[in-house]
């Protein structure tokens, strides 16, 4: 005897409005696959050649009928999802019991889970994702030992997320948003290493997140979002190595966000936003080179926004807003693009007009703090020396005038000069490519002309450069004992610092 498996795959066949009534005669059909249709009526559920069946998305309605399971023995795939199915979700369904995968999502079920779903042992996948269940997870869940995608989101379940969960060894997709759950995340999720999604959203989780789940290393996407979770974010939460999407907003977290948080470099999507967090928003963030969606809104974060960011070039979305920020909001990178949407209810953050906050101060930069102190002991030092050297150049030149009084076009100096740095600055047109006269070890020689005429050579000192100082003292001593002719005769010689920021 020769077994011919007959299929029919009508998927979007979008003409297709019912299952002609003697389909079930056809004794080898396996395969039926009539998805994404506008069928309606009776479902043909008492085909036992059947090992696949898929209608979803179309217009079934209507209680499941009551020998549903019992004509299925072949089963293995049934598809449902997105119709407009009603009533219990019969304990018969556990006859069907070679089913791998169970999808009955987006429909209108109501009542309790069946128990007798737990006799699917061989249920790698169990959607019953939106609809209007209620009552409890049961312990006997864990007898689903091949499961390992679960979803019951979006219904109506309460009572805790039971420990017996986690003994689903291979559970990968855990999904339990949008329910009334109560109580703690449960500790022992940390013991599910094979988890690789985790969605507890939007329900009545209180009390801290426990730390073993920081400990899950492979894992991809945590949700826990709009519960009334506490405590703090944990140092350890960069060992999750794997992490795309972590979204914490509109719970009760406190306390700093930690620096380590930047180590999660393939995270794509943060979101922390509405929170009790606190303190500075760590440079580290800039070392996410993969983030594409930051919200930190709604917090009590200070500091200022660090221009770190700007390195964060995927990102797209970022939102600031609703915190106690002030100084320069940065303009690099992918802040060109923000609006004033994504900062607004801060303390005093300052920047492009755009963004309905006030200018930013001229000259105010977010220079970081080192910055700001050698600016502010070096200028008077910088100021100090060139006066110094001036003086020395004057007392130098005198001593020529007198041993060489018979050249008339050296200029008599009475006094030491002092020089802005703006005169040298318009001076050397800027320290202008065309001005410059080379490059020494430790700096660059520019030629300019003073207001009053003067020719002068003005070297610049790199201060990033070590020895900078050491450097210019010996520059000092050795342009006292220089004779030069066309140097000391017809110009003056300035010597400054200028800070390389
Ligand atoms: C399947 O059930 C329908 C009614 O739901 C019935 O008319 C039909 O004879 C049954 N077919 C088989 C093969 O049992
Ligand atoms: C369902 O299966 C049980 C045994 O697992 C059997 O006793 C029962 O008769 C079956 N029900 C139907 C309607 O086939
Ligand atoms: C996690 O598993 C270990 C053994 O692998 C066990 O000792 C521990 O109690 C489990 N933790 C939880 C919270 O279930
Ligand atoms: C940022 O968050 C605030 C408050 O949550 C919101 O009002 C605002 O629209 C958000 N901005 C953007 C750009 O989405």
Known sequence: MTSITLLIILNKAKYIRFIPKDIGNLDKLEILDLGNNHLSGDIPFNISTLTLLDLESNYFSGLLPPNLGSGFTNLTKLYLSKNRLTGKIPNIISNASKLVILELGMNKFS???????????????LDLYGNDLNGFILPTISKLQSLQYLSLSHNRLQGSIIDELCQIR????????????????????????????????????ISHIPSSLWRLKDIMEIDLSSNA???????EISSLRALILLNLSSNQISGNIPPTIGGLQTLLNLSLAHNKLQGPIPESLGNMISLEFLDLSQNFLSGVIPKFLESLVQLKYINLSYNLLHGEIPDGGPFKSSTAESFMMNEDLCGKPQLQVHPCKKGYKQWSTKKTILIKCLLPFMLVLILVVSCLIFLKRKRDFVSDSTNNDLLILERPIRISYYELLRGTNGFNE????????????????????????????????EGAFRSFDAECVAICNLRHRILLRSSVVIQMLILNL
């Open 229 to 235: 979770l506490s405590g703090r974010i944990p140092l």
């Open 434 to 465: 065309s001005n410059f006269l080379g490059k020494g070890s430790f700096g660059s020689v520019y030629k300019g002309v003073l207001s009053s005429g003067q020719l002068v050579a003005v070297k610049i000192f790199h201060l990033d450069l």
């Open 111 to 125: 009542g309790f889970i069946p128990d007798a779903l737990t006799n699917l042992t061989k249920l790698i996948k």
């Open 170 to 205: 291979n559970l990968s997709e855990l999904h339990l948003a949008y329910n009334m759950f109560l109580e703690s995340v449960p500790g022992c999720l940390g013991n599910l290493t094979s988890l690789r999604k985790l969605d507890l959203s939007s329900n009545k989780l």
